[in-house]
T-cell receptor, first 115, second 115 residues
Framework: AQKVTQAQTEISVVEKEDVTLDCVYE???????LFWYKQPPSGELVFLIR??????QNEISGRYSWNFQKSTSSFNFTITASQVVDSAVYFC????????????FGAGTRLTVKP | KAGVTQTPRYLIKTRGQQVTLSCSPI?????VSWYQQTPGQGLQFLFE???????NKGNFPGRFSGRQFSNSRSEMNVSTLELGDSALYLC??????????????FGQGTRLTVV
């Protein structure tokens, strides 16, 4: 069975601080996909990144970076020099190749960046 | 390129009634998935449609149903509404290659309140 755990319910930082959002997953499949989404107050889930289980390279996109480690079943997300506009709920999700296109989401981490 | 469009944005219904929600995917996307988001249960997968066929279904009662039309637009229906059906219903569209799709893009959701 697939499961995604985001242990941090809420995080509060001051602008320009770096922050890491943790994600730990469980799956029996060898082929799977991991995602991060951002949900601002408007409600729409905004896609941030998709990684497959065979690609453990870390990724950097501007102030965002992702650390995928299969050995610890983790896919952590770091925001460098956080900004107020980064305030949102962030979700990590898992999709198993055998399960079609559905995603199992974590409970989400609410990030508040204060000026 | 237009995003995923969900209508209506807000809906208030009475217990026992039924409701139909609509989702128009991104042009060219043939997979549409539906998710329910509540404060207690988080984001939960309802079902996925591809080429007018339901490919996958989450763990929801039969009161929740859906369909997809030849133009990939999708509707979901909830019959005999219960108070616990109050939620944000999110639709996501994605391209599909083989059994697994690419990243899913979400609409802004329909907020359903059952009174």
């Amino acid at each position: 069975a697939q499961k995604v755990t985001q242990a941090q319910t809420e995080i509060s930082v001051v602008e320009k601080e770096d922050v890491t959002l943790d994600c730990v997953y469980e799956t029996r499949d060898t082929t799977y996909y991991l995602f991060w989404y951002k949900q601002p107050p408007s409600g729409e889930l905004v896609f941030l990144i998709r990684r497959n289980s065979f690609d453990e390279q870390n990724e950097i996109s501007g102030r965002y970076s992702w650390n995928f480690q299969k050995s610890t079943s983790s896919f952590n997300f770091t925001i460098t020099a956080s900004q107020v506009v980064d305030s949102a709920v962030y979700f990590c999700a898992l999709s198993e190749a055998s399960g079609g296109n559905d995603m199992r989401f974590g409970a989400g981490t609410r990030l508040t960046v204060k000026p | 390129k237009a995003g995923v469009t969900q209508t209506p944005r807000y809906l208030i219904k009475t217990r026992g009634q039924q409701v139909t929600l609509s989702c128009s995917p991104i042009s060219g996307h043939r997979s549409v998935s539906w998710y329910q988001q509540t404060p207690g249960q988080g984001l939960q997968f309802l079902f996925e449609y591809f080429s007018e066929t339901q490919r996958n279904k989450g763990n929801f009662p039969g009161r929740f149903s859906g369909r997809q039309f030849s133009n990939s637009r999708s509707e979901m229906n909830v019959s005999t509404l219960e108070l616990g059906d109050s939620a944000l219903y999110l639709c996501a569209s994605s391209l599909v290659r083989g059994r697994v799709g690419t990243e899913a893009f979400f609409g802004q959701g329909t907020r359903l309140t059952v009174v």
